[in-house]
């Protein structure tokens, strides 16, 4: 089954006619973290949906939390992932019983799985290599996939496997020595190297931009695939992440553990301030507060950052679907439609540069009923 990308126009929808915005982030408040303490020192993993922080352990047990300070308990079992992320407001990992969902507090089985998670642009990528070749599908649901063409000899070409990236259809996974592949028009992949021998450890999309981080305290962008910018002198990064119009990213080696910096523009970057915890390995967001995940010697601490929630509302007047965003950078914003308040498809996207007061976009209303809200991404 072809799955479309879902940055697309939609044109289908009807139900009850609301408007609401789920918007997040502006600016981390005071520009710093501070270190929380958890019932575990063992996590591998967290993800984070709309409710709940979740935390996977080395002793296959599942913890989840709505505030990141109170943890209940979640039924240890077999199926429990090493490895978790946050797709479509539900968690998935993959475990020995391959990939898993975690519903009503358990780990439910859905189909043969191996390697990774990524959750890019509405879609949830499974991807690993096997006898030395890559293998990517990526599904809507996490139940039909779609497999993308494999990339032969992925070892000996990239080196090691370290994550992957996804706008549209522009499928980026990294590797070693500064080199990484990418797929083409042709929905085959090609070979491409950022110019610098660094271990590409982290990948992220800001709207179009690919943005890398490594371990030689350089972090590269490019609009084009080919041209690269480097920012220099910045931490080794280890995880990244974009959410709430603002790119997160966190040290992971050597004197740089648990340094970590987020840019509104991705030139400029700031460092927050707080005690250092170990290295970082995973970034999740809830309810206005950014996680950061820590591993060394096998041992988990946990940090946390608040951030600012911009005001954005969405209007329905007679004739239009009219959005009002604050000064907000170089932020992009997605206005989304639903039927049922659980699947959410792109009406429009907008960008908006730098400048003073609110900016007012308008959309032409439709005649179909539907719920609506606004996120920044």
């Not at 032969?152 to 496997?161: A, H, S």
């Amino acid at each position: 089954m072809k799955i479309k990308s879902v940055f697309r126009r939609v044109t289908l929808l009807v139900f009850l006619c609301i408007s609401f915005a789920k918007a997040m982030g502006q600016e981390i408040k005071q520009q710093n973290y501070k270190v929380i303490s958890t019932p575990f020192t063992n996590a591998v993993s967290i993800a984070a949906n709309d409710t709940h922080l979740v935390a996977v352990t080395s002793d296959e047990k599942t913890y989840r939390s709505t505030d990141g300070i109170t943890w209940d308990q979640v039924a240890k079992t077999q199926s429990t992932p090493a490895n978790i992320t946050e797709h479509a407001n539900s968690i998935y990992g993959v475990s020995n019983q391959g990939l898993v969902k975690l519903k009503d507090e358990k780990w439910e089985s859905l189909l043969p799985a191996s390697g990774s998670l990524r959750s890019q642009g509405g879609l949830l990528y499974n991807f690993h290599t096997q006898n030395e070749e890559l293998f990517v599908r990526r599904s809507i649901d996490g139940v039909t996939w779609e497999s993308l063409p494999s990339y032969p000899n992925f070892k000996d070409d990239v080196g090691n496997l370290y994550d992957l990236a996804a706008y549209g259809d522009n499928i980026v996974v990294t590797g070693h020595s500064g080199r990484f592949i990418r797929t083409l028009d042709d929905g085959t992949w090609q070979i491409q190297n950022v110019g610098v021998g660094d271990r590409l450890y982290s990948a992220v999309f800001y709207h179009n931009t690919l943005i890398f981080g490594g371990t030689t305290g350089d972090i590269h962008i490019s609009n084009d695939f080919e041209t690269f910018t480097q920012i220099q002198n910045q931490p080794s990064i280890r995880a990244l992440t974009s959410y709430g119009g603002i790119i997160i990213g966190a040290g992971g080696f050597n004197t740089d553990r648990g340094k970590i910096i987020y840019s509104k523009n991705t030139l400029e970057w700031v460092i927050l301030e707080g005690t250092p915890i170990s290295s970082i390995k995973q970034i999740a967001v809830l309810k206005e507060k950014i996680y950061f995940l820590g591993i060394t010697s096998d041992i988990s601490s946990l940090a946390v950052a608040e951030y600012k929630k911009p005001n954005i509302s969405v209007e329905l007047t007679d004739d239009e679907i009219v959005i009002n965003a604050p000064r907000q950078g170089e932020a992009f914003y997605s206005l989304q439609s639903s039927t049922n308040l659980t699947n959410w498809d792109i009406v429009e996207e907008f960008t908006r540069q730098d400048d003073e007061g609110n900016t007012t976009w308008s959309v032409p209303k439709r005649q179909s009923e539907e719920f609506f809200r606004v996120e920044i991404k």
